[in-house]
């Protein structure tokens, strides 16, 4: 297993290349499987997640191919409809072959996915959306097994407690594509990755609207066709450089990061005092000031996102003053405030909100990485700490940034990797 190091104290200069969405990539690799055709992805980073999903692409008999940046999907007529418990098992994002079997096939088996360390994950809504179209549905043995021969078109509210779901909007959204009638989903997700799908299921051939917003209409279609598609940028990495700046007092370009997706993350910077301005298609940072606290509280989109929550955390143990996170997407997406602590943070939990009591300096400490993002908020305070961090597990890290250490050694940082 690999660990990252981190010497921490360097002041982040220069510019950094953003890769594409992971989150976007998953459900897009999902859709190609509405069609026979070929589809030609870009954009799409070479990363864990996505080396997940091809695998389960191939597992239900379909031809893929990745080139660096490039996925090259030719279904045919594959006659696979099981994503077995061993692979969706290791990623949640596996759901998203659901609605696309049930529509595009008929029927589906789908494991159904385990545990989650950033808390409860809960399915139903995927499984209420999915049966509001037709689709009969029955779990059997740990697998949700469907059949989606008769779909027919319907007016279906997709809302949960804590508001919209992105991936159970995905799945929907996908089965509805080729599903006869009108379909009208509500309370749907907006987020930037439910757009870049839409757009990727319009190229196919699908009639969407709306689907910036928080009702989508779907008029089905008979047949969908293969399709090209660039990937849109990953904005929670994007999000997490613009941290790595403000946090590092440093002054960074991000290329390829889209302003319109960081508009909550930005708006709390600059009450911290981070100087963030729209240069084209980039985004630069300055950060120089005094850091001043601030409160959030995570929303779906546009509001503050939850996967930036933890790295954000880590800013604010250095800005002095207090500030509340409130988490309303994931209550319990805490895991990081220990690790933090172990590096002199003072964080206390209280119920879904973290107080944290911004402290004058971090200093580096062996460390755990526990998720995906909780390792970025890591990494981000190992790199403002006095002296060296080693973070564990960092095969966390890679399932959702390329080659992270590569870009913030770039930027300066003294940051490597090592065999534990
Ligand atoms: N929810 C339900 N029922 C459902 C589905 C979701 O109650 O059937 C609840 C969840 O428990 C949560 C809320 O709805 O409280 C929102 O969850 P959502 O379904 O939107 O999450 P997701 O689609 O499973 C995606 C991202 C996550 C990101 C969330 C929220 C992908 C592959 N994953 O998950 O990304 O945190 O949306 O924005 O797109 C990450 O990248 O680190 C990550 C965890």
């Known amino acids: 297993m690999d660990k990252l190091v981190i010497e921490g104290g360097k002041k982040l200069r220069g510019s950094v290349q953003i890769s594409g969405a992971k989150n976007a990539a998953l459900p897009i690799l999902a859709a190609s499987l509405l069609t026979e055709e070929r589809s ?20 239900l008999g379909i031809k893929i191919h990745m080139e660096e940046d490039q996925i090259i999907v030719q279904p045919g007529k594959y006659s696979g409809f099981t994503a077995l418990y061993k692979i969706v098992s290791t990623m949640r994002a596996s759901i998203c072959v659901l609605g696309p079997l049930l529509a595009s096939k008929g029927k589906a088996k789908v494991s159904l996915p385990g545990g989650c360390v950033i808390g409860p994950r809960p399915i139903d809504l995927h499984l209420k959306g999915l049966r509001a ?26 809302g949960g407690p804590f508001g919209s779901s992105v991936l159970a909007t995905a799945n929907v959204l996908m089965a509805a594509t080729l599903t006869p009638g009108k379909t009208i989903l509500e309370n ?42 660039r990937i849109i940028e990953d904005r929670i990495e994007a999000g997490t450089y613009v941290l790595a700046a403000a946090i590092t007092k440093g002054e960074i370009t991000i290329k390829g990061a889209c302003i319109g997706h960081l508009g909550a993350l930005i708006d709390k910077l600059r009450e911290v005092g981070v100087v963030i301005s729209n240069i084209g298609n980039s ?26 929550q933890a790295q ?13 996170i409130t988490e309303k997407i994931y209550p319990e997406r805490f895991m990081h405030i220990s690790e933090l602590n172990r590096m002199g943070a003072q964080i206390m939990k209280e119920g879904s909100s973290a107080i944290i009591k911004g402290v004058p300096k971090l200093s580096g400490a062996p460390v755990m990485a526990s998720d995906l993002r909780a390792s970025a908020a890591l990494v981000l305070a190992g790199l403002v700490a006095k002296g060296r961090t080693d973070i564990s597990r960092v095969y966390h890290l890679d399932r959702g940034y390329q080659k992270m250490e590569e870009k913030l050694s770039r930027l300066g940082a003294k940051i490597w990797r090592e065999k534990e």
């Open 40 to 59: 030609v992805i870009t954009n799409v980073p070479p990363l864990r997640d996505v080396q997940t999903m091809i695998k389960i692409l191939r597992s």
């Open 312 to 324: 954000m955390m880590a800013l604010m143990c250095v800005c002095s003053g207090i500030s509340v």
């Open 283 to 308: 985004i630069y940072v300055k950060s120089t000031r005094n850091l001043k606290p601030v409160d959030i509280t995570t929303l779906p989109f546009p509001g503050f996102p939850t996967d930036l």
């Open 133 to 158: 179209l037709g689709a009969k549905i029955k779990i059997e043995h740990g697998y949700i097994v469907g059949d989606g021969k008769k779909l027919k078109s319907n007016r279906i509210y997709l």
């Open 188 to 229: 749907a997700a907006c987020e930037p990755e439910i757009v870049d799908l839409a757009n990727f299921l319009v190229k196919m051939g699908a009639k969407i609207k709306g689907q910036k917003t928080h009702i989508i209409e779907i008029d089905g279609v008979k047949k969908l066709n293969g399709a090209h598609h």
